[in-house]
């Protein structure tokens, strides 16, 4: 006899939206304990959604209705995978971008004390958009492609960080 959720998850199978909205409620602290568990607090509310939305656009795909919660544990591992690998492909690109040394070693100094300030202040993933974007000249497409985020995602970031770099710079006018 199937389940309550093995019936929930055959509706849901068919588009009804209701019937998936229970399945997540009924799974939801399971997938919040498989990814509290490995990644880092910030994220893991995103993680979760993504797990339910990868779950909604593979549903169609599931074969077994009833091998549901393993299939969903697996989905919310490959995205903490992914999350960790887009981890470490940034910690990598920052790990030559992350101080203002790195990049004079590189380029030569240029940079005002005030303009070092102000990149000293965002946060590494802005600022290492910022300097991809302004300091080596790469497109946001490219910047998107090297950090494994979308174009939306770095021209945001890049919108952001604009408009904290023109703050600290009217903040710090009196310093060279």
């Not at 070693?105 to 302004?134: M, Y």
Request: glycine share 6%; hydrophobic share 45%.
């Amino acid at each position: 006899m199937a389940t309550d959720l093995t019936l929930l998850i055959h509706a849901a199978r068919a588009g009804d939206h209701r019937a998936f909205g229970q399945v997540v409620s009924r799974t939801d602290a399971l997938v919040r304990v498989v990814v509290g568990r490995q990644a880092a607090p910030e994220v893991v509310e995103d993680l979760i959604q993504e797990t339910f939305l990868r779950a909604w656009e593979g549903l169609r795909g599931l074969r077994t209705p009833a091998a549901f919660k393993g299939w969903l544990i697996r989905i919310a591992l490959g995205e903490v995978r992914k999350w960790r690998e887009r981890q470490a492909r940034e910690r990598a690109a920052l790990s030559t971008l992350d101080t203002s040394e790195s990049y004079e070693a590189r380029h030569g100094s240029g940079w005002s004390d005030r303009s070092l300030a102000a990149l000293d202040a965002l946060d590494p993933d802005s600022r290492a958009i910022a300097l991809l974007r302004f300091c080596d000249g790469y497109a946001p497409r490219e910047i998107a492609a090297a950090l494994d985020l979308s174009p939306d995602v770095v021209r945001q970031r890049l919108s952001r960080a604009k408009a904290k770099l023109r703050e600290a710079l009217e903040a710090n006018k009196d310093v060279p």
